[in-house]
């Protein structure tokens, strides 16, 4: 059995690597750009620290930035209007997960035509060209969009959250400079920094795990553990720490896949609206105590990475409650709730089944029964 790899072809990382921008897009020839963006970055004057750069250089740009915190499908089909009716032959995506799941999903349609149904690109589409390309500019330190091949959409009709997975997605080049997300405020900094710890420790357990990606998992916990703390607090060592720990989670997690908690996540910000980082960081050590009986000696790596003392010491037992309560303690520290207070009782019938529907359940090291996701859901209210 072989496992494939995939990752940019051009990284830049650390303070000041948004100078980069402009030497990539004149060294690749492209001369309009599609500037997809959300509506708070242009506001609050995030985008212009990139669009200045273009302006500088008399690079020829259009902005769009009807976006959603979750990308609809109304969104994508708005953007690939845009794209076409203004010719661009490349997209620089500035934001967090929004703008770069948007622009993936525009990216492909542009160049893969019998996919303009967006709700066709669900799964494994089986497009054949790759997306228009894209040069992905992080400014939150979580999701890892510019690195990996998947994206999500809300399809806000059926209330459901799809995810796409496609090599063919994958931005050319990312730049990760933690002076792009210096603005964050402190609630989405924790929200995306624990999505990244989840993606740390769903892919460290994932059934897809193999030793490259183990390799990258363990080095973004620890991390990201370290490091997130003082993101919260805008201090600049605990952003350069981020930025780079939820880059190196997305290097593994988009080759060998996520888990239950993933799942169930996209069921509640489809549900309820509710942020995808607070979804996930609720329900971190729910899904962790469900699968620790199926990741061997995992839970004392993570423990480890995380800072517990004396792991070598610990019993089966303790280190894996030692790692749960590690991320618990974490989450408390920087803010994120333990409940879900939207949750409605008639609803969690529906939240189970989409869950157990969705991309990501497969790849959980324990198989979930729909009582199994039912009873998880239940902890959370």
Same mark, same amino acid.
């Given at each position: 059995m072989s496992n494939r790899f995939m990752l940019n072809e051009t990284?830049?990382?650390g303070h000041g690597a948004i100078e980069n921008i402009?030497?990539?897009?004149?060294?690749?020839g492209f001369k309009k750009i599609l500037v997809c963006t959300d509506p708070?970055?242009?506001k609050f004057g995030v985008t212009q620290k990139v669009t200045?750069?273009?302006d500088k250089a008399q690079i020829e740009y259009q902005i769009y930035s009807q976006i959603k915190a979750n990308p609809t499908?109304?969104?994508?089909?708005?953007?690939v209007v845009a794209c076409k009716n203004y010719g661009a032959d490349a997209i620089v995506a500035i934001g967090g997960g929004s703008a770069m799941d948007t622009s993936k999903a525009i990216a492909i349609i542009i160049t893969n035509e019998e996919f303009s149904?967006?709700?066709?690109?669900?799964?494994?589409?089986p497009t054949t060209k790759p997306c228009l390309p894209i040069i992905a500019v992080a400014t939150t330190a979580g999701t890892a969009a510019e690195v990996t091949i998947n994206y999500v959409i809300t399809d806000v009709e059926k209330k459901r959250k799809f995810v796409c997975v496609d090599p063919h997605d994958m931005p050319v080049v990312a730049i990760v400079d933690p002076d792009m997300m210096a603005s964050m405020p402190k609630g989405l900094t924790a929200s995306t920094g624990m999505d990244a710890l989840t993606h740390a420790i769903e892919g460290y357990i994932t059934k897809g795990a193999w030793a490259m990606s183990d390799m990258f998992h363990i080095k973004a916990i620890e991390l990201i553990s370290s490091s997130l703390r003082g993101a919260v607090n805008n201090d600049p060592d605990g952003r350069e720490g981020m930025a780079l720990g939820q880059y190196i989670a997305g290097m593994g997690f988009s080759n060998v896949g996520l888990g239950i908690d993933h799942s169930m996540a996209h069921t509640l910000s489809a549900y309820y609206d509710v942020p995808h980082g607070v979804a996930c960081a609720m329900l971190l050590?729910?899904? %962790?105590?469900?699968?620790?009986?199926y990741t061997g000696t995992k839970y004392k790596d993570i423990a480890r990475a995380m800072g517990v003392k004396n792991v070598d010491a610990m019993s089966e037992e303790e280190y894996r409650n030692a790692a749960i309560n590690a991320v618990k303690q974490l989450s408390v520290d920087v803010g994120i709730p333990t409940k879900c207070e939207k949750i409605k009782e008639s609803d969690l019938e529906s939240l189970t089944r989409d869950a157990l529907k969705d991309a990501c359940c497969p790849g959980n090291p324990r198989s979930a029964t729909f009582e199994d996701v039912?009873?998880?859901?239940?902890?959370? %209210?």
């Open positions: 990284s830049y990382h402009v030497p990539e897009i004149k060294a690749r708070d970055l242009l200045s750069l273009l499908i109304e969104n994508v089909k708005d953007g149904d967006v709700r066709s690109l669900e799964g494994v589409a050590p729910i899904a %962790m105590e469900y699968n620790k009986e039912l009873a998880m859901f239940k902890q959370l %209210m």
